[in-house]
C-alpha cells in the first residue's frame, strides 16, 4: 500500500471516530391524508378535496457527555412540505429546534421549543396534528423561538416544567412565561394516570390556565382538558374544554371520540365547538391507518371534514 493510500486510509478512520462515537438519533414522521373538506372554515385544511401531508417531519436529537453529571442535549427538527403541489418553493418549516444541557438537578434548552403549556395536554388529544387537533379550538398550542425550557427530575411522580421569553427578544411585547405542575406519567406507561396545572402569562397574546387530566383503565383511555382564556387586551375571555377517549377493540382496531367548545373567541371570533369520530388500524408500533370526520360548529357558520391518512413514524 502506498504512503498516499496509508494517509488517506488514516484519515478517514480519524474522521470516523466521532461520528461513530456520537449518541444522536434520526427520527420522523411520514404522512399523507386524503381529506375532503366542505367550506375550509377549519384550521390545516382548505375547502373541497385535498391530498396533504399533515406535520410530517425529520429531525435529529442526541447528546453528549461533558462530565460525569453533565451533559449537552440537542434537537434539531424541521416540518417537511414538499409532498404537497403548493409548497414546492418552500418545503420545509421550523419546528423545536434548540440545545441545551441536562444535569441531576433538570434540564435547560434554548431555542424553538413547545411552550409547557401546550406540553401539559399530554396524551388528552386523540386527533393530534390533524383538522380535529385541539388547537383548532383552544388557544395557547404554541411553539415559540428564543424560548428557555426548564424540566425538572420526577420526584415521587411529581416535576415541574417552565418557559421563559424575554421581552427585548423577537417581537415580544413583555416577558413571557409558562409553569406547569405534573403528577404522574404523560405517556400513561409508567403510571396509568397524568394530571397536570398548567399556566402562561404574556406568551402569545395570552394568560390561560388550565387542568388537564388523563387515565388509562384496561383497554379504554380517557381524557379532558378544562382552560379559562383572556387575551391581554382584556377584550376576549372565555372557557374551553376537551373530552377525548379511545377503546382498543383488539390489536389492530381502536376507536376513538373527541369532543371541544371554547367561548373565549380567540382562536374563532365567535364561540365554538368541534366533534370528531374516527378510528386508528394498527399495523405495528411505527405504522397505522386511520379515518376521521369532523364538525365544527359557530353561532354563524359551520364546517365538515372526512379524512383518510396513513402515518410511519421512523
Known amino acids: 500500500m502506498t504512503a498516499s493510500k496509508h494517509l488517506l486510509t488514516l484519515l478517514s478512520a480519524t474522521l470516523a471516530l466521532p461520528v461513530m462515537a456520537a449518541d444522536y438519533t434520526i427520527y420522523g414522521k411520514a404522512e399523507v ?104 379550538v383552544l388557544a395557547g398550542q404554541s411553539r415559540v423561538g428564543d424560548s428557555i425550557t426548564y424540566s425538572s427530575p420526577r420526584w415521587n411522580d411529581l416535576s415541574v416544567a417552565l418557559t421563559y421569553t424575554p421581552k427585548d427578544d423577537a417581537s415580544n411585547q413583555q416577558a413571557g412565561f409558562a409553569a406547569t405542575a405534573i403528577y404522574g406519567d404523560r405517556a400513561l406507561k409508567a403510571n396509568p394516570f397524568y394530571v397536570a396545572l398548567s399556566h402562561t402569562d404574556q406568551i402569545g397574546d395570552l394568560t390561560a390556565t388550565r387542568i388537564a387530566a388523563a387515565y388509562q383503565w384496561k383497554k379504554i383511555q380517557l381524557g379532558a382538558i378544562i382552560q379559562d382564556s383572556e387575551n391581554l387586551a382584556g377584550d376576549k375571555s372565555g372557557t374551553a374544554v376537551v373530552i377525548s377517549g379511545h377503546y382498543r377493540l383488539n390489536q389492530q382496531w381502536r376507536p376513538k371520540l373527541q369532543f371541544s367548545r371554547d367561548t373565549s373567541k380567540l382562536r374563532h371570533n365567535e364561540a365554538v365547538s368541534q366533534w370528531t369520530l374516527g378510528t386508528d388500524y394498527i399495523f405495528d408500533k411505527q405504522t397505522n391507518l386511520y379515518f376521521l370526520a369532523s364538525r365544527l360548529e359557530l353561532k354563524s357558520d359551520n364546517d365538515t371534514s372526512f379524512a383518510l391518512g396513513l402515518k410511519y413514524k421512523f
Open 33 to 136: 391524508q386524503v381529506a375532503n373538506t366542505d367550506k375550509g372554515l377549519m384550521r390545516y385544511t382548505k375547502a373541497g378535496t385535498q391530498i396533504d401531508a399533515p406535520f410530517s417531519r425529520i429531525g435529529v436529537k442526541g447528546s453528549h457527555g461533558l462530565s460525569s453529571d453533565l451533559k449537552l442535549v440537542y434537537k434539531y427538527e424541521v416540518q417537511v412540505k414538499g409532498f404537497e403541489h403548493d409548497n414546492t418553493s418552500e418545503p420545509f418549516s421550523s419546528r423545536n429546534t434548540y440545545v441545551g444541557l441536562a444535569t441531576g438537578y433538570g434540564t435547560v434548552l434554548v431555542g424553538r421549543n413547545d411552550t409547557r403549556f401546550k406540553f401539559s395536554e399530554g396524551k388528552v388529544d386523540q386527533f393530534n396534528e390533524t383538522q380535529a387537533d385541539i388547537a383548532q
